[in-house]
């Protein structure tokens, strides 16, 4: 949370305006971008993107939400108060009681994501997409993107339950072209082995060759992955 207030705070500020309920997710994501096309780097930036989601409860189960960027998060507190002022009553909504969180081994983090380096990231994309290349001259090689991303999910709310749960993504696509075929093809996963460890590129030119030899009749982009 880029916000210098604490989510605990953010919960006192909702009882400050009369909350008898309240709770904040915060939710934010780094991480970084690759694009290789044509046998260059044409993009190679880090990303970020994050929000804060609250949630207050008034007197009666009157409740209100506000969702918006994490740098406006005490205001959210007061848009959702508002909102719960002008809300009908619900004598079950409240917060959660309990939610349990264990993360570890789950699958989910990468621990080694902090050790990545910028030229980690390239090696795998440019040479996914070299090696697509390197299969036949007859090949053309649409452009090939990489992203990852370190998200991390905190909860908390006024019954004393508190969650934080960190999470990686990766992904890298790609495509080639011949004989008037196109193929695409991803790879996902949770580490960063899940894409840089499988010749993707290879497989979809020596995929699409296979098709032209065989005079398979198909038409439009096929995915192979």
């Keep these: 949370m880029s916000d210098p207030t604490p ?5 006192a500020h909702a009882r400050s305006l009369g909350a008898v309920g309240a709770e904040v997710l915060d939710e934010s994501c780094t991480g970084r971008r690759v694009r290789v096309e044509g046998g260059r780097v044409v993009d190679n930036a880090p990303t970020r993107t994050g929000s804060t989601t609250v949630r207050v409860w008034l007197e009666g189960g009157r409740g209100g939400e506000a969702t918006g960027d994490v740098e406006r998060a005490v205001s959210l507190v007061e848009k959702a108060a508002k909102k719960a002022e002008k809300a009908e009553p619900d004598a079950h909504a409240g917060p959660t009681e309990r939610l349990a969180n264990d993360p570890r ?8 994501y902090p050790n990545l380096t910028p030229a980690d990231r390239l090696d795998v994309v440019v040479g996914l997409e070299r090696a697509a290349r390197a299969v036949d001259r007859k090949i053309d090689v649409t452009p090939f993107d990489y992203h990852d991303g370190l998200t991390r999910r905190r909860y908390v709310n006024t019954l004393g339950v508190t969650v934080d749960e960190p999470s990686t993504l990766f992904r890298c696509a ?5 004989g008037g075929l196109t193929l695409e093809g991803a790879l996902e996963g949770r580490t960063f082995a899940d894409v840089a460890s499988l010749p993707i590129g290879v497989t979809m030119a020596n995929r699409i060759l ?15 992955m």
């Design 7 to 11: 989510l605990q705070d953010l919960l």
């Design 105 to 112: 081994g789950l699958g989910i983090l990468d621990r080694r």
């Design 174 to 178: 790609g495509g080639v072209r011949a």
């Design 210 to 224: 296979a098709l032209l030899k065989n005079h398979t009749n198909v038409g439009g982009p096929i995915r192979v």
